[in-house]
């Protein structure tokens, strides 16, 4: 498809038609094609790392998805472009990716990102990217305003009961675990960098979780939502039902991935003192 899809068959029709392939180059190129074109954007520095800007208001730090294998900010900018269409302001900042760069190598990007920006940030990030956040919030304290993921992979151990499920378009647990195997080789499922489930989740900011009621990574999100509130923080969460993963890469073919944005957007201006909140 030489466009962006315009309606939610559109969408369908173009995952049914995308092989991702094996290699990495090969999924790299595929989930391009997948994503489609994408709007502009503005090209700035965190420091040592490279990143794309959008939109106006306050600054939502935005950590991209594809696994740690795939995706870049220039393939999420049409995600981006919706959140900024709440009043933010979405800067996406690359990573290095697996498995050429291993972890840590993706955390030290984020955190270097994080560090080059001044005072209390709100951080976010589908996918990959939401456990991405959620280790960077982790790794610095007190940093994160506020934490707004979109279906992030919080534990490889077991817990979660939806990864099984054959009902996600977008994701299936083997391939979820092939690119975990690429991106955390050897890291044991019980260490909290991979399984943040798992980890000290006492000093959270105020999280909002968005979910897809199909994916396999659902049970990741809830479990998630249970153990943070249960530890302090505070929580808002929405599920919407018959969706799969990542529906929100596409906000201008789904309206419901447009509504999801637009409730981070809203958090993100409520934490910013600029809004009324959820």
């Given at each position: 498809?030489?466009?962006?899809?315009?309606?939610?068959?559109?969408?369908?029709?173009?995952?049914?038609?995308?092989?991702?392939?094996?290699?990495?180059?090969?999924?790299?190129?595929?989930?391009?094609?997948?994503?489609?074109?994408?709007?502009?954007?503005?090209?700035?520095?965190?420091?040592?790392?490279?990143?794309?800007?959008?939109?106006?208001?306050?600054?939502?730090?935005?950590?991209?998805?594809?696994?740690?294998?795939?995706?870049?900010?220039?393939?999420?900018?049409?995600?981006?472009?919706?959140?900024?269409?709440?009043?933010?302001?979405?800067?996406?900042?690359?990573?290095?990716?697996?498995?050429?760069?291993?972890?840590?190598?993706?955390l030290d990007d984020a955190l270097a990102a994080l560090d080059a920006l001044d005072g209390k940030v709100i951080l976010g990030?589908?996918?990959?990217?939401?456990?991405?956040?959620?280790?960077?919030?982790?790794?610095?304290?007190?940093?994160?305003?506020?934490?707004?993921?979109?279906?992030?992979?919080?534990?490889?151990?077991?817990?979660?009961?939806?990864?099984?499920?054959?009902?996600?378009?977008?994701?299936?647990?083997?391939?979820?675990?092939?690119?975990?195997?690429?991106?955390?080789?050897?890291?044991?499922?019980?260490?909290?960098?991979?399984?943040?489930?798992?980890?000290?989740?006492?000093?959270?900011?105020?999280?909002?979780?968005?979910?897809?009621?199909?994916?396999?990574?659902?049970?990741?999100?809830?479990?998630?939502?249970?153990?943070?509130?249960?530890?302090?923080?505070?929580?808002?969460?929405?599920?919407?039902?018959?969706?799969?993963?990542?529906?929100?890469?596409?906000?201008?073919?789904?309206?419901?991935?447009?509504?999801?944005?637009?409730?981070?957007?809203?958090?993100?201006?409520?934490?910013?003192?600029?809004?009324?909140?959820?």
């Amino acid at each position: 498809m030489d466009r962006r899809p315009r309606t939610f068959g559109d969408v369908v029709a173009l995952i049914a038609a995308t092989d991702l392939g094996d290699s990495p180059d090969e999924m790299r190129a595929g989930f391009a094609r997948l994503a489609g074109p994408q709007p502009g954007a503005e090209a700035l520095r965190l420091g040592p790392v490279e990143a794309l800007a959008v939109g106006q208001g306050p600054t939502l730090l935005w950590f991209h998805g594809g696994g740690y294998v795939f995706g870049a900010p220039g393939t999420h900018l049409a995600l981006a472009h919706g959140l900024a269409a709440g009043n933010v302001r979405v800067v996406l900042p690359g990573y290095r990716l697996a498995p050429e760069h291993p972890w840590p190598a993706m955390l030290d990007d984020a955190l270097a990102a994080l560090d080059a920006l001044d005072g209390k940030v709100i951080l976010g990030g589908d996918s990959a990217g939401g456990h991405l956040a959620l280790n960077v919030a982790l790794q610095r304290p007190g940093r994160a305003a506020g934490l707004a993921l979109i279906s992030p992979n919080t534990d490889r151990t077991g817990r979660s009961t939806t990864r099984g499920r054959e009902t996600d378009l977008m994701n299936d647990d083997a391939t979820d675990a092939r690119l975990a195997a690429m991106a955390m080789p050897g890291m044991a499922p019980e260490d909290p960098a991979a399984s943040p489930l798992l980890a000290d989740l006492s000093g959270l900011p105020p999280l909002h979780l968005e979910l897809a009621g199909d994916e396999i990574l659902l049970d990741d999100g809830l479990l998630l939502a249970r153990a943070a509130a249960l530890a302090g923080a505070r929580v808002s969460l929405h599920v919407t039902p018959e969706m799969f993963h990542l529906f929100p890469l596409w906000p201008d073919a789904i309206p419901e991935g447009q509504a999801a944005l637009a409730r981070i957007a809203t958090f993100a201006r409520r934490l910013s003192g600029v809004g009324p909140g959820l």
